[in-house]
């Protein structure tokens, strides 16, 4: 049997995984949540699809601090990072056609295009303040 191709994530090295890989998707779960249950053999199947993608699993229950900094009020939930970026999130078990779209949505970003969107949101930000 081969290595799981989802990682778990933990306080300790999500920082460095983000920084570290260009695609990292996270899965907010908990082992009493049944719709966790449900998306957890999904994600898992595209994690083998997409080995050039971090497929990271935050249990909740463990990382809570982690949970808190992301704001998670429900769970599953799903985050996309590209290049450091939060890209996608969004609570709820997707289906397999689903998460492909998310995964192919995130693919094909301009990265350029939400740097500046950022970088325009925080200035914004920074003017109201």
């Given at each position: 049997?081969?290595?799981?191709?989802?990682?778990?994530?933990?306080?300790?090295?999500?920082?460095?995984?983000?920084?570290?890989?260009?695609?990292?998707?996270?899965d907010f779960?908990?082992?009493?949540?049944?719709?966790?249950?449900?998306?957890?053999?999904?994600?898992?199947?595209?994690?083998?699809?997409?080995?050039?993608?971090?497929?990271?699993?935050?249990?909740?229950?463990?990382?809570?601090?982690?949970?808190?900094?992301?704001?998670?009020?429900?769970?599953?939930?799903?985050?996309?990072?590209?290049?450091?970026?939060?890209?996608?999130?969004?609570?709820?078990?997707?289906?397999?056609?689903?998460?492909?779209?998310?995964?192919?949505?995130?693919?094909a970003l301009?990265?350029?295009?939400?740097?500046?969107?950022?970088?325009?949101?925080?200035?914004?930000?920074?003017?109201?303040?």
């Amino acid at each position: 049997m081969g290595a799981m191709p989802t990682t778990t994530i933990t306080a300790a090295d999500i920082t460095s995984t983000i920084r570290d890989n260009e695609i990292v998707l996270l899965d907010f779960w908990a082992a009493w949540c049944g719709p966790c249950r449900a998306f957890a053999p999904v994600f898992e199947r595209a994690a083998e699809q997409h080995p050039d993608i971090v497929f990271g699993k935050v249990d909740t229950e463990a990382e809570q601090a982690l949970a808190a900094g992301f704001r998670i009020t429900s769970i599953p939930t799903l985050i996309a990072f590209r290049d450091g970026i939060i890209v996608f999130a969004q609570p709820g078990a997707l289906g397999a056609p689903q998460l492909d779209r998310v995964i192919d949505g995130v693919r094909a970003l301009d990265m350029d295009q939400v740097r500046a969107e950022v970088e325009a949101q925080r200035a914004a930000r920074e003017q109201s303040a």
